[in-house]
DNA sequence: ATATCGATTATCT
DNA sequence: GATAATCGATATG
């Protein structure tokens, strides 16, 4: 039940497009992340499109600077910022080198190292109030919301920032497991000021582990 | 269930 | 010096 069979891992053409088509297919995709305590994993359930030109969010939107730089470079690259002083954000590049645009990931549903990943997240088994570690409520605490998913598999800038996703045996990969999403919402995108309205934010309709809150979770827009 | 607010630092003006 | 692709705690309905 916990365990993953035949897998396909994404390869460079994948992330070669669009940031808005990328974001859309890597719903339901696995994201696999391998630490010294063991495998982790957890299906994108939500994701947002960065565009490189005429979009003021993206961190790229006033060129190439070293904090960005992996934006610009080839695709299927891990691009991982800080943020509020607090968080570390995960994205992957899209579109050629040269050209900037990238997706970031929000939301995980856990599919494996459970555990390990509570416990990086500092989510206590033994606490009284999270111990029916199978209910929804206590999982949803993993990796929803992009600070979480991150703290959640062990990613910082500084280990994991210009990673390659695409390497065969490597500790950071995104595959196919033949998963099938049943229907995606869009809306705009999270935590934003600039290019605020957009509809770059995709999620697995009905998903529980979609982060937020039902005031951003009602799709609006179709896209591509 | 929803709203507000403080934390804390890399990056850019 | 201001800002930010967030989170968790707290307060209130």
């Known amino acids: 039940m916990n365990s993953i069979g035949?897998?396909?891992?994404?390869?460079?053409d994948?992330?070669?497009?669009d940031p808005r088509r990328v974001a859309r297919e890597l719903l339901g995709k696995l994201l696999i992340r391998k630490t010294s305590r063991g495998v982790l994993?957890?299906?994108?359930?939500?994701?947002?499109?960065y565009l490189g030109q005429g979009d003021d969010a993206a961190h790229s939107a006033a060129g190439k600077t070293?904090?960005?730089?992996?934006?610009?470079?080839?695709?299927?690259?891990?691009?991982?910022?800080?943020?509020?002083?607090?968080?570390?954000c995960l994205n992957v590049s899209c579109l050629p080198e040269g050209v900037a645009g990238g997706v970031l990931f929000r939301?995980?549903?856990?599919?494996?190292?459970?555990?390990?990943?509570?416990?990086?997240?500092?989510l206590d088994f033994a606490n009284e109030s999270d111990v029916d570690t199978q209910k929804i409520s206590f999982l949803k605490k993993i990796a929803s919301g992009p600070g979480r998913l991150c703290e959640a598999l062990n990613v910082t800038r500084e280990r994991v920032n210009g990673k390659s996703f695409m390497s065969p045996r490597s500790?950071?990969?995104l595959v196919d497991d033949g998963f099938h999403v049943r229907r995606i919402s869009v809306t705009p995108r999270i935590?934003?000021?600039?290019?605020?309205?957009?509809?770059?934010?995709?999620?697995?309709?009905?998903?529980?582990?979609?982060s937020g809150n039902s005031r951003f979770n009602n799709a609006t827009s179709p896209s591509i």
């Not at 994948?14 to 497009?17: D, S, V």
């Not at 904090?67 to 002083?85: D, E, K, Q, T």
């Not at 000021?193 to 309709?205: C, H, N, Q, T």
Request: net charge positive.
């Open 41 to 49: 994993a957890g299906r994108l359930v939500e994701t947002e499109a």
């Open 66 to 88: 070293a904090r960005n730089a992996v934006l610009f470079g080839p695709p299927g690259y891990a691009y991982v910022y800080f943020i509020y002083g607090n968080h570390y």
């Open 191 to 210: 935590g934003i000021i600039k290019s605020a309205g957009y509809p770059l934010r995709y999620f697995v309709a009905g998903n529980p582990f979609v």
């Open 6 to 12: 035949r897998v396909t891992q994404l390869k460079a």
């Open 14 to 17: 994948f992330f070669n497009r």
């Open 171 to 173: 500790d950071l990969r």
């Open 107 to 122: 939301a995980l549903e856990p599919v494996a190292g459970i555990d390990q990943m509570a416990a990086a997240r500092g």
